[in-house]
């Protein structure tokens, strides 16, 4: 029997309970006493999701993902992802930093190539070369497929990185703010493009971001932390629009300044950073 490739699967054959964290915290020794990073965290995430966390910095965003990406430890609690539990890094969760994290001594190419010899070692180098093209392709990079980091402006730095962390096919593509450094067009212009990785091939996407906008563009769920220590899940909001998402048509929407403004609200009233 053929099996179908993950992005020509019908949307009733994917499941609903692909990324389980139940009961999740994070527990770190300092010497005033523990610190709770991240406290009783609960979060079921579809397969082929798209969802976005926002919160304050210090809300424990990022520590929430490095155990999803198997980098740490929960101190509590447990993750799942595709009925294995999640006790070290894998193959099947990659991770896109917002400083890139290329080696500056390679090219765009032996950068994702490094990725790609990983993952399929028993593969001939011919086809791992064409892997890496592919890749690089989609990203939009092939003419800057020798380049050097220092050769490269940050948003084709950021392709590489994608490209990079796709080459492998994750079951759990994990951002953590890719775009944070871009200016905004090409931050846009990025989004646009991730958008349409995503949707050719369903990979499940979670993803921290400080913009609402970016949030409400690029999830089905945007799930919104309370303030550290102990931080929690506040809120999560269901992203109603359509996909394709058409950004001008989107902002014409009522509902998108309700849920703009629901977030803003959560973020700079309810949850409004104390200063002092």
């Known amino acids: 029997m053929q099996t179908l490739p993950q992005s020509a699967l019908p949307l009733s054959a994917l499941r609903e309970d692909f990324l389980c964290i139940e009961q999740l915290s994070k527990v770190y020794p300092t010497a005033k006493g523990p610190l709770t990073v991240v406290e009783n965290i609960n979060l079921t995430v579809k397969e082929g999701e798209f969802v976005c966390l926002i919160g304050h910095s210090g809300c424990g965003k990022t520590t ?40 500056p001594w390679k090219s765009a190419f032996e950068n994702v190539y490094l990725a790609v010899e990983s993952a399929y070692s028993k593969k ?41 962390a796709l080459a492998i ?39 921290i971001t400080h913009d609402i906008d970016e949030a409400l563009f690029l999830a089905d769920r ?27 048509r989107m902002i014409e929407d009522p509902r998108y300044y309700e849920l703009r403004n629901f977030a803003l609200d959560f973020l700079y009233r309810r949850f409004a950073h104390d200063d002092e």
């Open 64 to 103: 929430l993902l490095n155990m999803v990406a198997g980098f740490s430890q929960p101190t509590v609690g447990t993750i799942r992802l595709d009925d294995e539990w999640v006790v070290r890094p894998g193959l099947d969760r990659m991770m896109v930093f917002q400083n890139y994290s290329l080696l």
């Open 124 to 164: 001939v180098v011919a086809e791992r070369r064409e892997i890496v093209r592919e890749h690089l392709a989609l990203v939009g990079l092939t003419e800057a497929a020798n380049k050097l980091p220092h050769q490269l402006s940050g948003g084709m730095k950021q392709r590489v990185a994608i490209a990079r």
């Open 169 to 207: 096919r994750p079951k759990v593509l994990i951002l953590d703010e890719p775009f944070g450094a871009l200016d905004a067009i090409t931050k846009e212009e990025l989004q646009e493009e991730l958008l349409n990785i995503w949707r050719n091939h369903q990979t499940t996407v979670l993803m």
């Open 222 to 248: 945007i799930v919104m932390m309370t303030n550290g220590p102990a931080a929690r899940i506040g809120e999560i909001v269901q992203v109603p629009f359509s996909r394709p998402r058409n950004r001008s």
